[in-house]
């Protein structure tokens, strides 16, 4: 079992891709509901997008495991994320409410702690040995999580959501300068609508990792994904939309870099 694939870089920068897994246990493939088994809530295509990082000089996670195994950006005791509806570490419903399982077809107790072990672990345990070896290797550590979501959700949030949904877990997992660098850089530009600490401040992993005293600072950025693909299946790459939205995304990391030195 390979639960992510691993990029080093050199520069003290780890972008996280939790949720573009699409891999599934047998019993969590034969369990899936009719809705769940094209996968719908997956943050697709995501690597393609950010992958200019590379360029950069980035460390990259990627998760392989579907967030219908287990759930990446969830604390492993399962404490909801927000008082509004949400999903957990093991979702039991679709974003739109659907159930996510079959009835009766569960995975069991023992499998999902086999899945928290040998999935959700090592994922963490990997972020945990990059941030401290970019924290020996440069003094501090940046981390940028990076997420897509379905534009029109009426179960999450209302309305059509922001194409840039920026997230510090309201201030606490960076610093003022480095909020500001990428706030700048969105005002800068008028094709796509922002906003900071709105209804996705940051996950598990931006809440647990982003520590500013300790000099990590940590960001999630959740995009719309009708900028850059079809929100509808087979979940195309719309590679046209992709491009203009990286002319924003790039100088954006490029100011979470600048200004997240120590």
Not at 39 to 65: C, E, K, M, N, Q
Not at 87 to 113: H, M, V, Y
Not at 123 to 146: M, P, S, T, V, W
Not at 196 to 222: C, H, M, S
Request: proline share 7%; charged share 20%.
């Amino acid at each position: 079992m390979t639960p992510f694939h691993f990029t080093p870089g050199k520069m003290p920068l780890l972008v996280s891709i939790p949720h573009a897994g699409t891999q599934l246990m047998p019993e969590v493939e034969s369990g899936l509901s009719e809705a769940a088994r094209g996968l719908p809530d997956t943050d697709w295509h995501i690597p393609l997008l950010y992958d200019f990082v590379r360029d950069l000089g980035a460390s990259v996670l990627i998760g392989r495991y579907s967030r219908f195994v287990v759930d990446l950006n969830r604390s492993p005791d399962n404490q909801p994320l927000y008082t509004t509806a949400t999903t957990g570490l093991f979702p039991e419903t679709l974003f739109d409410g659907t159930p996510t399982f079959a009835d009766g077809k569960t995975p069991s107790a023992a499998q999902r702690q086999y899945y928290i072990d040998n999935i959700w672990q090592p994922y963490h345990q990997q972020i945990q040995q990059e941030l401290a070896r970019l924290k020996a290797a440069h003094g501090y550590a940046l981390l940028f999580d990076a997420h897509s979501i379905a534009s029109v959700i009426p179960r999450l949030f209302e309305g059509r959501l922001p194409d840039i949904n920026i997230g510090t877990n309201d201030g606490a997992s960076c610093r003022t300068a480095v909020i500001n660098a990428i706030q700048d850089v969105c005002t800068a530009q008028d094709q796509y609508s922002w906003v900071v600490n709105g209804r996705f401040k940051g996950g598990y992993i931006t809440r647990a990792y982003g520590q500013p005293d300790q000099n990590v600072q940590a960001v999630q950025l959740e995009l719309a994904q009708c900028n850059y693909m079809d929100e509808t299946p087979p979940f195309a790459w719309r590679q046209e939309r992709a491009s203009q939205l990286q002319k924003v995304l790039k100088p954006l990391m490029h100011a979470f870099i600048e200004k997240g030195k120590c």
